[in-house]
């Protein structure tokens, strides 16, 4: 079965610092992985995915994603943390091998990103 | 932002009532989704539907039902709503059934008394 981690409920950073936001996944083929963000009382956006080739994914807004196949994780990167980027981050993944998946994602719990000045 | 309208924002219900949700979306995709968000589990997909009058269950579809009879509307049904349904509720839509990615709506938020 898929299944997503994020094993962290919540990361503070100070504004200026790097972040990072943890995920994990486990299917039974290749994975196509993907990252949204969702703000107070929004739906969630989409940020970054990646579905094959380089490793390290660039998106929405500055961030950025590792794929690393051999520690099975997709960790979200952003070198400088903004204020704004205050929200809760899903890590989402899908078995490349489901063809009649119909994109249906699996999502983690999220986590919540707070961003201090 | 994608044209996806979701009816009611918000509702308060009681037990053993029926509820529909409604998604409307403008964009002409043929991937449609619901999924419900809770605290602790993330979103967890209801039922999907890939084209007018396809529809299949997701991971947590007991209690609802759903209906596409039209390629901008999926409504999402509680026959008996229960307390355990309390939740925010997302429809979803995209036009790619293997990599794109999904378009969320605002959210309905039900309260099951």
């Known amino acids: 079965a898929q299944s997503v981690a994020q094993p962290e409920d919540q990361v503070n950073v100070a504004e200026g610092n790097p972040l990072t936001v943890k995920c994990t996944y486990s299917?039974?083929?290749?994975?196509?992985l993907f990252w949204y963000v969702q703000y107070p009382n929004r739906g969630l956006q989409f940020l970054l995915k990646?579905?094959?080739?380089?490793?390290l994914v660039k998106g929405s807004y500055g961030f950025e994603a590792e794929f690393n196949k051999s520690q099975t994780s997709f960790h979200l990167k952003k070198p400088s943390a903004l204020v704004s980027d205050s929200a809760l981050y899903f890590c989402?993944?899908?078995?490349?091998?489901?063809?009649?998946?119909?994109?249906?994602?699996?999502f983690g719990a999220g986590t919540r990103l707070a961003v201090h000045p | 932002d994608a044209g996806i309208t979701q009816s009611p924002r918000h509702k308060v219900t009681e037990t053993g009532t029926p509820v529909t949700l409604r998604c409307h979306q403008t964009?002409?995709?043929?991937?449609m989704y619901w999924y419900r968000q809770d605290p602790g589990h993330g979103l967890r997909l209801i039922h999907y539907?890939?084209?007018?009058?396809?529809?299949d269950k997701g991971e947590v579809s007991d209690g609802y039902s759903v209906s596409r009879s039209k390629t901008e509307d999926f409504l999402l049904t509680l026959e008996s709503a229960t307390s355990s349904q309390t939740s925010v509720y997302f429809c979803?839509?995209?036009?790619?059934?293997?990599?794109?990615?999904?378009?969320f709506g605002e959210g309905s938020r039900l309260t099951v008394l």
């Open positions: 979803a839509i995209s036009n790619d059934k293997n990599t794109g990615e999904l378009f």
């Open positions: 299917v039974s083929g290749n994975p196509y």
């Open positions: 990646y579905i094959t080739g380089d490793n």
């Open positions: 989402a993944v899908r078995d490349r091998r489901d063809s009649g998946g119909y994109n249906k994602l699996i």
């Open positions: 964009e002409n995709h043929r991937y």
């Open positions: 539907s890939y084209g007018v009058k396809d529809t």
